[in-house]
């Protein structure tokens, strides 16, 4: 992985505000555009598109950019909470459905990225049903029209019975906090959450550390493409008060190979998974040989890989595996927990159900390294 320096370009991000801040003084102050049209949208500072985006509901909703963010100034009905959010109020760098923002250098390649440094400040309300969120949208292709393969949501605040796709499969600490993290897939894209245990009224960090635990837990690669950074408001019910009061976002240089090769990532793969299923209609039987082609033994091992959308285990052998779909992660039991260097094997095997067409996982990582695929 490319190794980065995270504190320095956190630093001037921060003087730059500083800065920005000194000007925005001296500058004449940028009329607020309200936008109330379904996918209405307008730039900000030059440099950031603010979106509507009521793509969930026919409700009026609008929202007022102003010079740094935007305000929801209406957001009429509500949806069930057991299901998706009616909207996405937001603001964002890079591309969003061909919507391009000025300036922007994404799509850009992952293993490219020196740093996205990124900063926020949110305005709450407590008579609505909503989360505030970042998404993080990654692609196998620089894409900048329809839906990314995997969503990073890093989950600010939330208010009411509302939670992340998928289930929970553990923490991680990414930028000094400990975070929540789910996996799961909603039909059309993986999706990986990082909840916050308590609200996050404002923060500055670094993308790049949600987008490399995304890529050690197997749900993208070094040679994806990051297509936008956005910020926002998904709302259940009411959301009229909530506030993006300032965004900032940039992706800078890491000197890697951007010339749409093979991942520059050092060195050869020093695992390779062989994986056969057997399919008849409405359910299947996998079974996956992992081989150590590397020179010193694996102790306790974890295969991460995203089943396709559709695709749900029903029951496993020789290993767990959890959650139950979207992006997975088989673990050793104790009694086959080590694979010997230069060729030792482990195998296991699961029985799933889908709906659709079959297909099959396209990656694996063993202990967060990317095996070749037989």
């Known amino acids: 992985m490319t190794p980065r320096i995270r504190s320095a370009a956190l630093a001037l991000l921060a003087v730059l505000g500083t800065l920005t801040g000194l000007l925005a003084t001296a500058a004449p102050a940028q009329a607020d555009v309200l936008i109330c049209d379904q996918y209405g949208s307008t730039t900000i500072q030059g440099r950031y598109v603010v979106q509507n985006n009521r793509w969930g509901t026919s409700a009026t909703q609008c929202v007022n950019a102003t010079g740094t963010g935007f305000q929801v100034t209406q957001a009429d009905g509500s949806v069930p909470t057991n299901g998706a959010p009616k909207s996405y109020p937001s603001v964002f760098n890079g591309c969003h459905y061909t919507n391009c923002s000025p300036g922007t250098n994404l799509p850009k390649r992952v293993s490219t990225i020196g740093s996205a440094p990124s900063s926020i400040s949110y305005s709450y309300v407590n008579n609505a049903v909503y989360n505030a969120a970042y998404d993080i949208w990654l692609d196998p292709a620089p894409k900048t029209d329809g839906v990314s393969q995997t969503e990073i949501m890093i989950w600010f605040n939330r208010v009411g019975p509302v939670q992340p796709i998928g289930s929970p499969v553990g923490t991680a600490s990414i930028g000094g906090r400990t975070w929540q993290v789910w996996t799961g897939s909603n039909g059309h894209n993986d999706v990986i959450s990082f909840l916050a245990p308590s609200a996050i009224s404002s923060w500055s960090f670094d993308v790049m550390d949600f987008v ?15 297509t936008s950074v956005q910020a926002g408001f998904e709302p259940w019910q009411g959301g009229a008060g909530l506030a993006v009061n300032s965004f900032s976002s940039s992706v800078n240089d890491g000197g890697g190979d951007d010339g749409g090769g093979e991942d520059p990532a050092p060195g050869p793969a020093a695992c390779r998974v062989d994986y056969s299923a057997n399919v008849w209609p409405g359910g299947f039987t996998a079974d996956a040989t992992i081989t ?83």
Not at 212 to 226: F, H, I, K, P, S
């Open 292 to 374: 150590n082609t590397g020179g010193s033994a694996v102790d306790g091992w974890e295969l991460a890989f995203t089943l396709p959308g559709g695709q749900s285990v029903v029951h496993a052998w020789n290993a767990t595996v959890s959650p139950s779909s979207g992006a997975v992660t088989a673990r050793s039991n104790g009694s086959n927990g080590r694979i010997a260097a230069n060729g030792g094997t482990q195998s296991f095997g699961f029985q799933g159900s889908y709906t659709g067409s079959f297909s099959e996982p396209g990656s694996f990582r063993l202990n967060g390294v990317p095996c070749t695929v037989a």
């Open 212 to 226: 490399d635990e995304t890529v050690r837990r197997g749900m993208a690669g070094q040679n994806w493409y990051l």
